[in-house]
C-alpha cells in the first residue's frame, strides 16, 4: 500500500521557518519524483517544489525559490521542505505526492499529474 505522510506544520510567525517531511513506503522511491503543493483556503493548488528522485533535478515555483528550499534523504524514503521567512500568504495545507511518470518540466508542479497525495499538514502563518 502507497503512503505519503506529511509532517512538520504548526503556526508560526511571520519571518519565522518550518521544515515540513513526507514520509513515503509502498513503492521503489528511487524510481519517483516528489512533490510539494500547497493549498490555502478558497485557493486552488499550487505547485511549490519537485525533486526527481532519478535525476536529482529539482525545481520551484518561481515566487518561492528563495525561500523554500526542498531535499531528500533516499535511504529514509523521505523528502523535506524547508521553509523559510515565512509570511501570511504562506498559510495553507501543504501535501506532498509521488509519481513515477517521466514528467516533462512544464509539468512537474502540477499537483494533477502525480499519482499519489498525502493527507497534507497545515501550516498557519500570523503576522
Known amino acids: 500500500e502507497v503512503q505519503l505522510v506529511e509532517s512538520g506544520g504548526g503556526l508560526v510567525q511571520a519571518g519565522g521557518s518550518l521544515r515540513l517531511s513526507c514520509a513515503t513506503s509502498g513503492f521503489t522511491f528511487d524510481d519517483y519524483a516528489l512533490l510539494w503543493f500547497r493549498q490555502a483556503p478558497g485557493k486552488e493548488r499550487e505547485g511549490v517544489s519537485c525533486?526527481?528522485?532519478?535525476?536529482?533535478?529539482?525545481y520551484y515555483a518561481d515566487s518561492l525559490k528563495d525561500r523554500f528550499t526542498i531535499s531528500s534523504d533516499n535511504a529514509k524514503n523521505t523528502v523535506y521542505l524547508q521553509m523559510n521567512n515565512l509570511q501570511p500568504e504562506d498559510t495553507a495545507v501543504y501535501y506532498c505526492a509521488a509519481t513515477n511518470t517521466r514528467l516533462r518540466v512544464i509539468e512537474a508542479l502540477l499537483p494533477s499529474d502525480y499519482d499519489y497525495w498525502g493527507q497534507g499538514t497545515r501550516v498557519t502563518v500570523s503576522s
Open positions: 525533486i526527481d528522485i532519478v535525476t536529482s533535478n529539482t
